[in-house]
Every structure is written in structure tokens, then in C-alpha cells.
């Protein structure tokens, strides 16, 4: 059977009156809309509730679903250790899910859970729609740390499960907005927050799921959202169908976005292949960035691909700028794919003859060796961009009123540990951030004795 109807409901846990103590109040307009929802649902009566969730077992480079037969939680760690809620899962659909996704080559399934018990993401809604309705079934699925892309077509492996096991479902994808609304709220204001917001809404309220992939990674990231991936899931769920949308209600009081809408599917539409069209986009834009490569980018991109293609280093090609060939210096080369960090390796100071060597070696370990991703694979080559940083020596600084984070990069030495930042990164907008980043991935811990130097760059791209 088709999916019934898909719906993006906030998670707050002061919409639960126990936890709110009078404060739910305060989102009169979004917890109307949940209780109508629910009201529907109980209407509806589906077998099996999706729960799409971002606080459950998060993993940068897998999906991870709940298994088991079944799961409890409460909201103790709000204060209503009274308030619990118990379901059970829909074992037939998770292990459908987890075999379409292997047959897919989503990385997706069961493997890996670190905490059983049911998250706040997943029981504020669930316990709107269990007040009027409990006799279904759930599947748990969280977000992961992959691509707007991936996310979407682990929407589409879910469809194919349900209508593989004939199952009549409904889809909540678990989403609060932005939480940097409000100067005096929790998380503080950035301007991403509300532009983020509108955005969403407005992409929601069409059902425009195309302008969804549009919304940049670095406004996403400022915003402090939680929301976005669980929709794309949801939105890769109703690929190729017609589909009618209502933004039911959006409000923000606590200075966190909550917003509500329903997607009604209403049938098969070949013209809605949303990630095709999103696919051509990426590419034809990154054709236009390709022709304007500089030697520098050119170079790191080129090595990155032989190597790949061949499994042998790339030699230095003729043409490059003299600088390239007679002059050595640190390298970092960072490769990005739809707006995120896919790989970045770097040398502080020269480890090569020159520029063009040190290029060509870090690209290759930026794309390979980053032990914070996967390799690359030569599916995804096309869809990356490159940017390299040509470093001049470091100086050694006394303090942080030395350093400008969008004119210097930093290096943070305690003993052997030494941590390296760049400078003019998205988010990092004080000296304080980029010291305490940069100890960070050193490793060094709070209290230790540091030293300090600063750097320049010429960046590539």
C-alpha cells in the first residue's frame, strides 16, 4: 500500500504539560496542530509510524536503525520521570529496510546502538498521537552525518520497504527549526537563524523539496537546526509522487523554531524526481566552478582523480606558474561536497621539493586518508570542489589579541601535541573559538600550558 500521509512535527519536551508546567502555553498554536494531527492519525489508523528522528544513535557515516522488538522511554531527564511511553517496533519493516538499503548501497541497518531507550525527538511526538491512538506498530530511524543527497535517497530505500511489505504507514520526521531566534534564549540569535527558517517554511509550505537541497550547508550550521535532514528523509520518501503540502503552524517564543506541516501524497508524478533535477543542478554548477580552477585547485583535483583512476601518484605536470615548481611551502588541500568538509590534510611547513609535490601529496591523503570520513570513491568525483592553502611561515603570538580569525590561522602547542586551524572558516567568528578548536583536535586539555603562533594563508578557491 501507498504511504498514507508524511507529517514534520517539533519535538520541545515543554510540550509535554508535565515538563512544561504551564509553559506550553506559550505554543498554544503548535501543540493545536499536534493534537489535530493526532486526531487524524487515530482517522487514519496506520499499522506502522516511521518515527524520523536526530536524537537517537547519530553516526557521521551510516543510518542507524532501532532494533529490537520494542523500547520504552520517559522524560526524566526533564523533570516527568511519571510520563513514559512504550511501543513496539515493526520488526518485518526494519529488517525490509535494512535489506533494500544493502541492495542500494545505502549505508543503513540495525548495527551499532548505543542507547536503547526511546529519545525526546521521537516521544513528544509520539505522545500526542498515542493520547488518541496506539494500536500501530514503529520504526526508529535516525539521521547521520552524511549528505542532504544521502538523506534522501535513504527516503527513497524506506518507500521501496513499505511498499515491498504491503505495510499502511504513516512518516514523522521529528524537525525543531533553528535555535538561534532570540537574543535572550538559550542558544542566543545569529541572522542565519531566522533566514534559515524562512527558508524552510516557505520550501515546506509548496512542498518545493528542490529548494530544500538549495538551503546552504554554512546558513544550516549557523542556524543551529536539527530539523533539516529529517525532512530530507521524509522528502526522499515521496520521490515521483504528487504530493499536497500545508505548513499548519510555525512559532518561535523560546527563541527555537517550531514548525508544523502535513504532505499528503496523491499519487504517482514522474515530474517530481526532485534529487535528479537537484543532481543536474550540482553538476552544471560545478562545471562553472571548474572552469574557473585556478593551476593551484586544477592541480590538487587532478591528483586526486588519477589516483583513484590508476592507483598511482600523479607526476607534476608542465605549465604550472614558475612559484609552483621553484618555491616549497605547507600545504592544506580541502575537498567539499555539497557544501560540506569531505577530506582536509595539510602540512604546517614543507615536506616536498615544492609547492606542486606538496599539492599533489596532500590532495591525494585529503581524499584517502582523512580518518574522519570514508575514502573517496570514484562515484562521488564529480560532485567535489577543492580548495588549497598556501602557508607562509608561522610566528610565535603572547596572546589571542594577536590573532585576526579571518586574516590568520593558528597553531595551539602543548608538549608534542600541536593543533592547527585556518583562518576565514565558516562559524568560527572570535579568537577564543579558533584557540579552543584547534586544542581540541590536539587533544589538549583544558588547563595544560600552551603556546601559540600565527599564520597567513593565500587561499585557492
Known sequence: MPILKTYTLPHPPLAIPAVGRGQEKEISATLAAMEKIALEIKQLAPETIIYITPHSTVYADYFHISPGSKATGDFGRFGAYAVKLE????????????????????????????????DHATMVPMWYINKHYTDYKSVRVSQSGLSSTEHYLFGQVI?????????????????????????DGPYGLTPEGAEFDAMFTDAISKGDFLSLFKIPHNIREAAGEC???????????????????????YECPFGVGYAVA?????GKNDARNILEKFIELTLNDIENKRNMEDDYQTLARRSL????ASGELFAVPGGLPS???????GVFVSIHKEGMLRGCIGTISPTTANIAQEIIQNAVSAGLNDNRFNPVSAEELPFLTY????LFPAEKITGLHELDVKRYGVIVTSGRKRGLLLPNLDGIDTAEQQVEIAKNKAGIRKGEKITLERFEVIRHG
Open 87 to 118: 511501543t513496539t517496533y515493526d520488526e518485518q519493516l526494519i529488517n525490509e529496510i535494512s535489506q533494500i538499503a544493502r541492495q542500494n548501497d545505502v549505508n543503513a541497518g540495525t548495527q551499532g546502538e548505543r542507547e536503547k531507550n526511546l
Open 159 to 183: 518507500a521501496k520497504a513499505v511498499e515491498a511489505t504491503n505495510r499502511n504507514v504513516i512518516i514523522i520526521a521529528s524537525s525543531d527549526l533553528s535555535h538561534k531566534l532570540k537574543a
Open 227 to 249: 530539523g533539516y535532514n529529517s525532512l530530507m528523509i521524509l522528502a526522499g520518501c515521496l520521490d515521483r509522487e504528487k504530493t499536497d503540502s500545508n505548513l499548519i503552524s
Open 262 to 266: 502535513e504532505f499528503t501524497p496523491k
Open 305 to 308: 582523480e588519477h589516483v583513484i
Open 323 to 329: 612559484e609552483m615548481i621553484n618555491n616549497a611551502a
Open 387 to 390: 580548495k588549497t592553502d598556501i
